[in-house]
Structure formats: structure tokens, C-alpha cells
């Protein structure tokens, strides 16, 4: 049977049973998924929103979407630079004093105080491309001296936001080396802080304000901010995560006393976000359609066709195995499908995963965008098979 967005109903059928049989397995308690093709939306709440309770899970249910902030990041900042307020290569010193005369280390593994001088500045580019040369390193924890020191100082990516306010969270910035130098390698998740304290500063207002001006207000994205106001925290699930031991789930964040439950003291361009299905589809359907939301430019093509391009050489790409293969990259604050090699991997798509379990991309070729919502944090870089069954099954629901 035939729909006018083109996908099978049928089809549409047995995606709900793959994705509802996790949680009947009791591998999520809940979940809502999100399939568009061609203006036609299909929405799926099941389960409910917290283990062995009663209240269901919701299509407005507020997700905590961490790392899915990272393309409105670079939306935000593609924006300011459309109006010249920001440039692409220009050296972000100007705005960003403390990362002024950088210094790096001469080896990952070795001491904070073996160093050399940047070859150059750190330029927006690298903050949008990650390749500003510090981030998350992929190694158990305290294996080399630059991740102790990152820890200790409140800076080490994670699901949570960051503790200390923006200058406070600068200043301790600025006080490490690089581990690499300034365009050399892709790091994950630290540009994209960085990124938001720099359009704060260059449009003279907080993060959270120039986002809701200039994305949330004009795409209806009423429920997205940095925190969840207290009338709309019923909506807000808990979230859990594998107990290392037991590998049962455990409770990560409780709405009761939530991280999110109130303004953070850093609002986070990497991961700060929560959000519901439909206001992030209002964001990936701009995306979509070029910069474009009804009678709302958010963006030019031009910004939107150059953000989903690839920007990163092979060799960075093979550095950063664990999040890319031969099949992907990464543009301007999102991951982009460069070869197809199984049902979802359509070359041009593009989006992103968030670590405590959402998953969101926009498919230019078929017109087409997929959300997942749950929230159990990730165990790991590599998608879980959750992720992996809905963007299968989202894709086998194409009937035409």
C-alpha cells in the first residue's frame, strides 16, 4: 500500500514491532521514532517513560538530545557568519583571548610542560570541523597526562554539562597545551563548546538567547532550550545508563533533581540541548530544504551545502576510526554519509547521534528525515543496535 511520503504502511508496521520488542526486552523503557518523507510525518511513542512505571511515553515527551546541539551550534554560528560578524578564517583570538599564543605537546603521552609553539592561530573553521586540536581522547581514563589534566579541570566531554561558567570554563581552557596542532586532526565534541562561547560573544548575548531569536522562535521549537522550565518537567523522562558491573540500568539523571532541571552555569554548544521530536524535525526539515522552513530563511543553500561537505582529509578520518570509516565524515557540526554500504547510508546524508540515546539525520536524496528518541546513554562511540534497527527499519519502510 502506497503513501503519498512513499513509504509502506505495512512497513511502517513492522518497524514498530522491531523497535517495541526493546522494550518489551526491557532495553529501553520507552521510545518515540520519527520518519518524514516528502512533508508526510509518521510518529511512534512506546513504552513508557520511566522503568516500571505508569506514565507512557509521549510525542512531546523533552529528551535530553546532547550531542544532536551540535549542528543548531553550527547553524548559530553559520548565521553570524553570513552577517560578517564572524569569519571562517579569521583567528577566534579576537573574541577569544585565552586561546591566544597556543602551545602544544610534542606527543600525546607526554608531560604537560613538552611543548612547542602553534604553527598557527585557531580559526572558526577548525571550531566547526573539530580540528582545533584538543578534545576528547579515545583511551581509558588517566592513561596520559593531558587527560588527567583535562578532567581536573572540569573540561573532560561527557553527557553532563559542564560546571563552571563560560569565562571560568575559558580561562581553564587556556591554561592546557593542545594535544594537537590547530588544523592537524578531528577531535570530538571541545570545538563545539568553544564554538558556543564564541557566537555568545560575538552577537553580545547568551547562547540560549541569540538560539531562540534566530532558530527556535522562527521554526516552532517552543520546547528546546538548556534546561526544562518547572511546569514542563512531568515531560522530562529519567535517563539511565549500564551499571559496569551488573550491566542492568541505572538510573543517570532523575527529573526529581535533574541537571537539566534548571539554568546551567554553562550552556553547552556541544550537548546542552533537550528537546522533542517535533522541534528537532523543525530544524533537520530546514536543513532539508536548504536553509529554508515555510516562509522562515534560516540559512542560505550555500551556508547549508557547505556545512554538509565533507571537510576532513582520509588520513583524518582514518585518526579518528572509532567515529568514521570509509563510508563517512564530518562538515560544519555535523557527521555527513559519504558511501553507501548498507540500507540507511545514502552519500549527502547528514546529522548526528546524541550520547544519551537520540539519533537524528536529514536524507537530501530521499527526502527524507528519521529521529529516535530514548534515553539510555550510549556504552560506547559505536552506534547500539537500537540506532542501528530504527535507521534499518526506517529505510526498509521506502515503497517506491
Known amino acids: 500500500m502506497m503513501s503519498t511520503g512513499g513509504l509502506s504502511k505495512e512497513?511502517?508496521?513492522?518497524?514498530?514491532?522491531?523497535?517495541?520488542?526493546?522494550?518489551?526486552?526491557?532495553?529501553?523503557?520507552?521510545?518515540?521514532?520519527?520518519?518524514?518523507?516528502?512533508?508526510?510525518?509518521?510518529v511512534d511513542a512506546i513504552g513508557?517513560?520511566?522503568?516500571?512505571?505508569?506514565?507512557p511515553m509521549e510525542r512531546d515527551t523533552i529528551f535530553r538530545i546532547t550531542s544532536m546541539t551540535k549542528p543548531i551550534t553550527a547553524a548559530a554560528a553559520m548565521i553570524l557568519v553570513e552577517e560578517c560578524k564572524l569569519r571562517l578564517d579569521e583567528p577566534v583570538d579576537r573574541l577569544l583571548p585565552e586561546l591566544s599564543n597556543r602551545r602544544v605537546l610534542r606527543r600525546l603521552d607526554g608531560p604537560l610542560d613538552d611543548i612547542v609553539p602553534a604553527n598557527r592561530q585557531i580559526t572558526l573553521?577548525?571550531?566547526?570541523?573539530?580540528?582545533?586540536?584538543?578534545?576528547?581522547?579515545?583511551?581509558?581514563?588517566?592513561?596520559?597526562?593531558?587527560?588527567?589534566?583535562?578532567?581536573?579541570?572540569g573540561l573532560a566531554p561527557g553527557p553532563n554539562p559542564p560546571a563552571h561558567p563560560p569565562d571560568e570554563w575559558m580561562k581553564r581552557l587556556g591554561s592546557l597545551p593542545l594535544i594537537h596542532q590547530p588544523g592537524e586532526r578531528w577531535m570530538y565534541h571541545t570545538g563545539s563548546d568553544?564554538?558556543?562561547?564564541?557566537?555568545a560573544r560575538a552577537?553580545?548575548?547568551?547562547?540560549?538567547?541569540?538560539?531562540?531569536?534566530r532558530i527556535f522562535q522562527p521554526l516552532g521549537m517552543k520546547d528546546t532550550g538548556f534546561h526544562v522550565p518547572a511546569a514542563k518537567l512531568k515531560r522530562l523522562p529519567p535517563s539511565y545508563m549500564t551499571?559496569?558491573?551488573t550491566g542492568t540500568l541505572t538510573v543517570h539523571d532523575d527529573p526529581s533533581?535533574?541537571?537539566?532541571?534548571?539554568?546551567?552555569?554553562?550552556q553547552s554548544g556541544g550537548g546542552g540541548l533537550v528537546s522533542t521530536i517535533d522541534d528537532y524535525l523543525a530544524f533537520c526539515q530546514m536543513m532539508l530544504n536548504k536553509g529554508r522552513y515555510g516562509r522562515e530563511r534560516i540559512l542560505s543553500r550555500p551556508s547549508v551545502e557547505l556545512m554538509t561537505s565533507d571537510q576532513l582529509t582520509p588520513e583524518q578520518k582514518a585518526e579518528a576510526s572509532i567515529f568514521f570509516d570509509d563510508?563517512?565524515?564530518?562538515g560544519f557540526g555535523v557527521g555527513i554519509t559519504t558511501r553507501r554500504d548498507s540500507l540507511a547510508t545514502v552519500p549527502g546524508r547528514f546529522g548526528w547521534d546524541g550520547a544519551v540515546g537520540t539519533s537524528g539525520y536529514s536524507d537530501p536524496k530521499e527526502d527524507m528525515v528519521g529521529i529516535l528518541m530514548t534515553q539510555r546513554l550510549m556504552d560506547s562511540p559505536v552506534p547500539p543496535n537500537v540506532f542501528v534497527d530504527f535507521w534499518t527499519s526506517a529505510y526498509q519502510s521506502i515503497d517506491d
Open 327 to 330: 563510508k563517512s565524515s564530518w
Open 243 to 245: 551499571h559496569r558491573e
Open 203 to 213: 552577537a553580545d548575548q547568551q547562547l540560549e538567547e541569540f538560539l531562540s531569536e
Open 194 to 199: 568553544i564554538l558556543g562561547v564564541l557566537i
Open 257 to 266: 533533581c535533574s541537571r537539566w532541571g534548571q539554568p546551567p552555569a554553562f
Open 125 to 153: 573553521r577548525d571550531l566547526l570541523t573539530l580540528r582545533l586540536g584538543i578534545g576528547a581522547v579515545m583511551a581509558p581514563p588517566n592513561q596520559y597526562p593531558i587527560q588527567k589534566a583535562i578532567a581536573e579541570a
Open 48 to 55: 513508557m517513560k520511566a522503568m516500571g512505571g505508569s506514565d
Open 11 to 42: 512497513r511502517l508496521g513492522r518497524m514498530h514491532n522491531v523497535m517495541a520488542g526493546y522494550v518489551e526486552r526491557g532495553e529501553v523503557p520507552g521510545l518515540v521514532t520519527l520518519v518524514s518523507r516528502r512533508g508526510e510525518v509518521h
